[in-house]
């Protein structure tokens, strides 16, 4: 997955953290996008993937991902640099007290006052700052308000956590949604869930030693011994820390601290297929030689044995939407181990 990781041999071990972990999370709910154009960027994810409104926000669109409740936000970066914003995490027994509680544990500080919100423009707080964001009616939130639970990371990487159910609508879990808006074209591919998400932070083994610490992680494969992928609650879902290397999301002033990329599953994966709807769309070849990958662009790395992943490469796609954000799309069933899929995991 990681270009920039240097030829190692993979470590086939998987641990659990020891106990039941305070907050226990279930897997991937969304990922929101800040984008320099929403219209744009909506009939660009609605004409490639024929993705359905699951709710709206105000401003920000949510589109959603297979069955649902899983949804890809869009929403405004405003003044800011196109960016992938945030990542929600969907957990157990969702209750603000609780997990307010258990962060402040963790050396979290409630600012409540931070400027913005993760769905619009950046959670302003800093580092080890959590913030409580009552949406009302006004963004399609409840009468009485929805509770939403955003936190930044020791790398000041923007996490939400919601419950299980929530699909960004109303209600006091944000889990009522009215029926989906048809999406006005059919999309040329066809998307099930959520499969991972990569943030390249300064110190990997930190991060790791983090979320595990927080959530009671287990990992479930090796991209090399120092890259450990993260279950992340269901299925093959999982998050990744890694260190060093540049970023790939299309933006050199990208922070070391940031989302690198999203990755959606689809059925029955076949590159040839994949690619040939990407340049049906308009999607073009990335160019020989070319650093980070501009706008509309689509590619495939090769993962080899030494970072876990088959013996003749386990391909992986990748693609730019408008903004130049990175967007992997793989098999269901892939995990990030190896097997042609990536489906092998320990």
């Not at 914003?85 to 258990?102: A, E, K, P, W, Y």
């Not at 029926?179 to 083994?205: I, N, Q, Y």
């Amino acid at each position: 997955m990681l270009l920039s990781l240097p030829a190692m041999v993979m470590t086939p071990r998987l641990f659990e953290q020891p106990g039941t972990p305070p907050i226990r999370m279930r897997g991937i709910n969304h990922v929101t996008l800040s984008v320099s154009d929403t219209r744009r960027t909506v009939e660009f994810y609605q004409g490639l993937f024929g993705m359905p409104v699951a709710s709206r926000q105000g401003m920000t669109t949510n589109l959603r991902i297979g069955d649902g409740p899983q949804f890809l936000g869009i929403s405004s970066a405003g003044s800011s640099q196109p960016n992938i914003n945030h990542i929600c995490l969907s957990v157990d027994d969702f209750n603000i007290d609780r997990i307010t509680r258990v962060l402040g544990q963790h050396g979290f500080t409630r600012n409540d006052a931070a400027p913005g919100n993760a769905g619009g423009g950046g959670f302003g707080g800093g580092p080890m700052q959590m913030r409580v964001r009552i949406r009302g009616p006004e963004a399609g939130g409840a009468k009485d308000g929805t509770p939403e639970l955003y936190f930044s990371d020791p790398d000041g990487i923007v996490f939400q956590l919601q419950d299980s159910r929530y699909c960004g609508g109303a209600g006091p879990l944000g889990d009522v949604c009215s029926t989906a808006e048809p999406s006005p074209k059919k999309g040329l591919l066809s998307l099930r869930g959520w499969s991972h998400c990569t943030m390249f932070v300064p110190d990997a083994s930190r991060s790791n030693k983090f979320y595990q610490d927080l959530f009671g992680l287990r990992v479930q494969a090796y991209q090399g011994p120092a890259a450990p992928l993260l279950s992340a609650g269901k299925g093959g879902e999982f998050v990744m820390f890694a260190g060093g290397g540049g970023p790939r999301g299309g933006n050199s002033s990208t922070p070391r601290g940031a989302i690198n990329h999203l990755c959606m599953s689809v059925e029955d994966f076949n590159p040839e297929t994949v690619i040939k709807a990407l340049e049906n769309y308009g999607i073009k070849p990335r160019p020989a030689g070319q650093g980070a990958p501009g706008p509309l662009v689509h590619y495939i790395s090769l993962r080899t044995e030494n970072r876990g992943g088959a013996k003749q490469g386990t391909p992986e796609l990748y693609f730019t939407d408008p903004d130049g954000l990175l967007i992997q799309l793989q098999d269901t069933k892939y995990c990030g181990g190896a097997g042609i899929l990536g489906d092998v995991c320990a």
